[in-house]
């Protein structure tokens, strides 16, 4: 007999207009610069004279392009955010090289940047009251895989100065780089005050060059475009081949895919489209990445919400293990997969998901003893909050939730959510979630 799933994590936030969140990001008013030339109210800044969200946005492309911000020369925001790519790695490395020399390995896969612009800031108890009956539906939002960032300018200041990133050594040393920066004359003149020149100050640099890269990242038409076949299905300009459409009901389904529960694909009751991602964080077993330098210590975990990158929450051993649920719109454009990039193609992705509690030894490493290792990156005290429900919980007759055909329908499905099959809206869809 099949069992109805719980949806016990049907977690749903509430709609949050995108320049809601950059006015309350930056400080200043949302309502500007919308005909290029009304000025943003000064928040609390110190120098600047009123730039508007276009010049910023159009500096801020030009940053996050500049591979001359890092100690290499080489890598700029794009080198691991690659814009041909949906802001993700333009190649399928689990992690990627960075540092003074570009030898240097991070150790988490980077994720793409498209979407984000309605993350919440992270909440450990996440009550959403429309769709989720006033449940807490746990850790959710937030930036990075462990969500311990509010911001995209907090954000981008992490792999500025991160020395197996961009690895500027402080605040003076990105200054000087940016006042060498073919741009310098234009972001002085954004950014200073009258009488002064805003590159002269370390500090307000970064502070500004921050802020660009975060308006630049909501640009909707680059960042947020819902220019997939899934959204002219949903416009009425397009249908599903038999193959996708099947895939979509898999994908739907709680008793099959049940994939909706966590990356959530309908429209909101607002009218917004879905972004395949609640962004809760759980704990879903992702096989420890043997290619990662840090994991050649067998005492390193990297657990999440629960350190060591995020270090608030070290204490709660229920939220150890627990990531971010990505979105999945352009996921078929990845080289690699989950936070540690353990896996290269959606096929290994979807037989993870309905195969992993029935052959734990495909996916886990044995002991020397030869036992298989279950939720080996782990430590064994904490493999018990493992998530277990539907695709995980096998069918009755331990049978996998998916067969190898409808493992390809939903497949299928996925390349739907790729951006670029038909034109930008001239009208965007609410972008809430
Ligand atoms: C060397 C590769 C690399 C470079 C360069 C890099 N990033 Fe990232 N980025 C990552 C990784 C890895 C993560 C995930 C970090 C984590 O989970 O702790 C990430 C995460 C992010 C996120 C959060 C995404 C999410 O889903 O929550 C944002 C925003 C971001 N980066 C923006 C930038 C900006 C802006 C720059 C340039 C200033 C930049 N990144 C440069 C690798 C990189
Ligand atoms: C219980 C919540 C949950 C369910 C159900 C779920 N996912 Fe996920 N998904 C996640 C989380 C959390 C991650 C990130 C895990 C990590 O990296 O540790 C993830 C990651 C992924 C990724 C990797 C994306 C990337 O950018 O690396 C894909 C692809 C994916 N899920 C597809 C699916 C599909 C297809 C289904 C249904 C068969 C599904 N998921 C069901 C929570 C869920």
Redesign the pocket.
């Known amino acids: 007999m099949t069992t109805v799933p719980e949806r016990g994590r049907a977690r749903r936030w509430r709609r949050r207009a995108s320049t809601l969140a950059l006015a309350a990001a930056c400080g200043i008013a949302a309502r500007a610069g919308s005909d290029g030339g009304t000025p943003l109210p000064i928040g609390p800044r110190a120098y600047g004279d009123r730039p508007t969200v276009e010049t910023m946005a159009g500096l801020g492309a030009r940053i996050?392009m500049d591979a001359s911000l890092?100690a290499s020369g080489r890598?700029?925001?794009a080198?691991?955010?690659d814009p041909a790519h949906a802001f993700a790695p333009p190649n399928a490395l689990p992690?990627?090289?960075?540092g003074v020399d570009l030898r240097h390995p991070?150790v988490?896969?980077?994720?793409?940047?498209m979407y984000?612009q309605t993350?919440i800031p992270f909440t450990e108890h996440y009550i959403d009251d429309e769709d989720g009956h006033g449940d807490d539906a746990g850790p959710t939002g937030?930036?990075?895989?462990?969500g311990?960032?509010d911001s995209?300018h907090e954000?981008?200041l992490?792999?500025?100065f991160a020395p197996?990133?961009?690895a500027n050594r402080d605040a003076r040393a990105l200054a000087a780089r940016v006042r060498k920066a073919a741009y310098a004359d234009e972001f002085r003149a954004a950014f200073s005050a009258p009488g002064r020149n805003v590159l002269d100050d370390p500090e307000q640099t970064v502070r500004w060059l921050a802020m660009a890269?975060e308006i630049y990242?909501q640009t909707p038409a680059v960042f947020y475009p819902f220019t997939s076949k899934f959204d002219a299905v949903l416009r009425h300009q397009a249908s599903y081949t038999p193959q996708e459409a099947r895939g979509l009901a898999l994908f739907d389904d709680p008793n099959r895919g049940n994939c909706a529960t966590c990356h959530p694909s309908a429209i909101r009751s607002d009218g917004g489209f879905p972004l395949f991602t609640d962004a809760g964080h759980v704990d879903i077993g992702v096989p420890r990445n043997p290619a990662i330098a840090a994991n050649r210590d067998p005492r390193y975990h990297d657990l999440g919400l629960c350190g060591p990158?995020r270090t608030d929450l070290a204490h709660d051993d229920e939220l150890c293990g627990a990531f971010?649920a990505?979105s999945l719109r352009n996921v078929a454009l990845r080289g690699s997969y989950f936070?540690n990039g353990a896996m290269h193609s959606l096929k290994d992705v979807l037989e993870f998901y309905v195969d992993r509690d029935l052959h734990p030894e495909r996916w886990y490493a044995r002991r020397a003893d030869g036992a298989v290792q279950r939720y080996d990156d782990l430590p064994e005290r904490l493999r018990g909050h493992v998530n277990r429900e539907v695709p995980f919980e096998p069918l009755p007759g331990d049978q996998p939730r998916l067969t190898a055909a409808e493992i390809d329908d939903v497949i299928a499905f996925l390349h739907t959510l790729t951006d670029g099959y038909g034109p930008v809206p001239a009208v965007q869809p609410t972008t809430s979630r």
């Open positions: 996050f890092s890598q700029s925001c080198s691991c955010h992690v990627q090289l960075g991070g988490r896969n980077a994720p793409s940047l984000l993350t937030g930036l990075t895989w462990d311990r960032v995209p954000q981008a992490i792999p500025l197996h990133e961009m890269l990242q990158l971010k990505p936070h």
